[in-house]
């Protein structure tokens, strides 16, 4: 059957040039309507809100003690059991991460669309199924899942950050949405992302800036920041971000939290709304974001268990492996490879100490770690970067070009890089040479740990810095280039700024001028107290296998304590 449709958005003819400003600002009035007063922090509570907000949800008075302990479990699979053992009502689940969410978004402006009505009602039927049935839908029967706004939902308004996508009414839900919906869980809300997605920000001309809840004068990395601020905030147990170039781990490490960057071709994708239609040389991927990797594998099993490839075409029709899971707690000594620096940023203080803490840990635990030089690696984001341009801008233009809407700060136009069909072809020929090269290092690697196999996984800064001032993180080297090399990849929080500890390397010597930049820049007052995280790598494919690793160093470095 032909396909007659346009994979674009057309912009309504409502939405003008001179108009789009008022439709936004209409937008967001029509969101805020949606907190219901009695869940509206009071304005003597705002005014005495610091930087720190995380705080706030137990102090302000709108959540009730039994909601509060709902909402301040981090298990999904805990909170799952105490919905189907009838301790907590669906309805009593599904409200309390609302109210949260609610006071959340009025601290953070972490949202998008809300839903909270209508999860109440999705909980209501769940509760009267489990009531006469006995029997649980499916893993995440009444689990709340936030959304980040790329996941499209049947009849709400969907702009995934765009102005000129206002009065957008998905007709359908995508691929997850629709999975999730299978397995029994429960969507109060959309949160926000930066335009066009291809920063690690949350900003857009349509809802604002979103802010850090550990610091509010900091970003809370992107794209999937919005997500990262929620959680944090613990309006929500467990989201659904995207990733092409560190997207859910950028943010889970300036947040605090816990994630994973699946392999492609395992979580479906298809349906969501999303920016650079029809690239597929580096593949954006769905990824879990939770206060536990724990609750990330849950997730991940859920997902997997019920077939992706029933919803999508392009997922494989594996389940989750848990032989593959459940492998790397047997093993007595595991050996690691460590990245210290791409060659392109250093890593500020904080990530280098979390760094070495975490490798000093793990041989303390008995297990090896040894250097792994990233020089192959050097151009690897940039060579992702051609990839990303290699239309020109064409796709930004459609977005933006109907109604005038600027790009925002951060984003380059790249109406110069257009490529070639042949030149294309090279860039894709390219990415397979690197990743031919980093899969021959990696097994290379047996010949200098002492357990005789390569190493288990690959430990890796996350990004140069902590959360930052808006227009701070301007390098996505250490995430990108393992999208590129299309690998899975966990990341978690190991400690937290230490001033004390942190201060700037007096011996300093830049790499190149922006190197310089970075470290000029770098406060650690400012980022006090901010968490600090790290990422572990695998090999392709065995995205089962670096969880249960992920379990084994989490627990060793002890990554749910990292506040303590």
């Given at each position: 059957?032909?396909?007659?449709?346009?994979?674009?958005?057309?912009?309504?003819?409502?939405?003008?040039?001179?108009?789009?400003?008022?439709?936004?600002?209409?937008?967001?009035?029509?969101?805020?309507?949606?907190?219901?007063?009695?869940?509206?922090?009071?304005?003597?509570?705002?005014?005495?809100?610091?930087?720190?907000?995380?705080?706030?949800?137990?102090?302000?008075?709108?959540?009730?003690?039994?909601?509060?302990?709902?909402?301040?479990?981090?298990?999904?699979?805990?909170?799952?059991?105490?919905?189907?053992?009838?301790?907590?009502?669906?309805?009593?689940?599904?409200?309390?991460?609302?109210?949260?969410?609610?006071?959340?978004?009025?601290?953070?402006?972490?949202?998008?669309?809300?839903?909270?009505?209508?999860?109440?009602?999705?909980?209501?039927?769940?509760?009267?199924?489990?009531?006469?049935?006995?029997?649980?839908?499916?893993?995440?029967?009444?689990?709340?899942?936030?959304?980040?706004?790329?996941?499209?939902v049947a009849g709400t308004e969907s702009t995934m950050g765009y102005c000129s996508y206002l009065g957008?009414?998905?007709?359908?839900?995508?691929?997850?949405?629709?999975?999730?919906?299978?397995?029994?869980?429960?969507?109060?809300?959309?949160?926000?992302?930066?335009?066009?997605?291809?920063?690690?920000?949350?900003?857009?001309?349509?809802?604002?800036?979103?802010?850090?809840?550990?610091?509010?004068?900091?970003?809370?990395?992107?794209?999937?920041?919005?997500?990262?601020?929620?959680?944090?905030?613990?309006?929500?147990?467990?989201?659904?971000?995207?990733?092409?170039?560190?997207?859910?781990?950028?943010?889970?490490?300036?947040?605090?939290?816990?994630?994973?960057?699946?392999?492609?071709?395992?979580?479906?994708?298809?349906?969501?709304?999303?920016?650079?239609?029809?690239?597929?040389?580096?593949?954006?991927?769905?990824?879990?974001?939770?206060?536990?990797?724990?609750?990330?594998?849950?997730?991940?099993?859920a997902v997997l268990n019920l077939n992706p490839a029933n919803y999508d075409p392009t997922p494989l029709p594996f389940p989750f492996n848990d032989a593959a899971y459940t492998c790397t707690a047997k093993r007595v000594k595991l050996a690691f490879g460590i990245i210290r620096t791409d060659h392109n940023v250093t890593p500020t203080p904080p990530i280098k100490r979390a760094l070495d803490l975490a490798a000093q840990k793990l041989v303390n635990a008995g297990h090896e770690v040894i250097e792994f030089d990233s020089v192959l690696l050097k151009d690897a984001f940039q060579l992702a970067n051609d990839i990303f341009g290699a239309d020109g801008g064409e796709d930004f233009k459609r977005a933006l070009d109907p109604i005038g809407e600027p790009l925002i700060p951060g984003i380059s136009p790249t109406q110069n890089s257009l490529k070639t069909v042949s030149e294309f072809w090279q860039l894709n020929y390219a990415k397979e040479l690197v990743q031919q090269g980093f899969l021959a290092q990696w097994l290379a690697t047996a010949e200098q740990t002492s357990t005789g196999r390569p190493i288990d996984g690959l430990l890796c800064p996350p990004a140069p810095v902590t959360a930052v001032l808006p227009g701070g993180n301007r390098h996505a080297g250490y995430t990108g280039m393992f999208n590129l090399l299309d690998v899975?990849?966990?990341?978690?929080?190991?400690?937290?700024?230490?001033?004390?500890?942190?201060?700037?390397?007096p011996y300093f010597k830049p790499l190149n001028e922006e190197d310089r930049r970075f470290h000029d820049e770098y406060d650690p007052q400012l980022t006090a107290g901010m968490p600090v995280g790290i990422q572990l790598v695998g090999r392709r494919w065995q995205d089962e296998e670096l969880l249960g690793l992920g379990e084994v160093v989490a627990s060793i470095i002890g990554s749910k304590d990292w506040a303590e």
């Open positions: 059957m032909a396909i007659t449709t346009s994979p674009y958005h057309q912009t309504l003819p409502h939405l003008t040039k001179d108009n789009w400003r008022d439709h936004a600002a209409d937008k967001r009035a029509r969101q805020a309507a949606l907190i219901p007063k009695e869940w509206r922090l009071s304005p003597e509570t705002l005014d005495a809100t610091g930087d720190d907000v995380t705080g706030v949800p137990k102090t302000c008075g709108i959540l009730s003690e039994r909601e509060l302990e709902i909402t301040e479990l981090d298990e999904v699979e805990e909170l799952a059991k105490r919905i189907a053992k009838k301790t907590y009502t669906a309805v009593e689940v599904a409200t309390a991460f609302s109210k949260r969410a609610a006071i959340a978004q009025q601290l953070t402006n972490c949202l998008t669309e809300i839903f909270f009505s209508e999860a109440i009602q999705q909980a209501t039927k769940l509760d009267e199924i489990l009531e006469k049935t006995g029997k649980t839908v499916g893993p995440l029967h009444g689990v709340p899942v936030s959304l980040k706004d790329q996941f499209d957008r009414i998905s007709t359908y839900d995508s691929a997850l949405v629709r999975l999730l919906r299978d397995a029994g869980a429960v969507f109060h809300c959309r949160t926000n992302i930066p335009q066009t997605l291809m920063i690690g920000d949350v900003f857009n001309h349509l809802f604002g800036r979103c802010c850090n809840p550990h610091n509010r004068k900091l970003i809370p990395g992107g794209s999937s920041g919005g997500e990262g601020a929620l959680i944090a905030m613990k309006g929500s147990i467990v989201g659904v971000g995207t990733d092409v170039g560190g997207s859910v781990r950028i943010p889970s490490a300036m947040c605090g939290l816990h994630t994973i960057r699946p392999t492609t071709r395992r979580l479906p994708y298809a349906g969501a709304t999303t920016s650079l239609i029809g690239q597929k040389a580096v593949v954006c991927v769905a990824g879990p974001m939770a206060r536990s990797l724990s609750s990330c594998a849950y997730f991940l099993r899975p990849v966990l990341c978690f929080p190991v400690t937290k700024v230490e001033p004390a500890v942190d201060s700037a390397d």
